[in-house]
């Protein structure tokens, strides 16, 4: 039999980047006009970064206990 492909991994990566992506937007539009531009810029993309890689992370957790 032929080894499927985790189900988990094929969604749920790429919904992290999106709720990556979604955040930092969030984050930038509540800041905007409250700060700099490149301060609201990196503190969106900063945040966006922080959701992706905490969300990949837990999904190779799952993803490895799954086995």
Do not use: D, H, Y
Request: net charge positive; aromatic share 8%; hydrophobic share 60%.
């Amino acid at each position: 039999m032929a080894a499927k492909e985790p189900r988990l991994l094929t969604w749920g990566s790429p919904l992290v980047g999106l709720a990556g992506t979604i955040a930092a937007m969030l984050i930038t539009f509540a800041q905007i006009g409250t700060e700099p531009q490149w301060k609201t810029f990196l503190v969106g993309l900063g945040f966006g970064l922080v959701v992706v890689v905490f969300g990949l992370i837990v999904l190779m957790l799952v993803a490895l206990s799954r086995r």
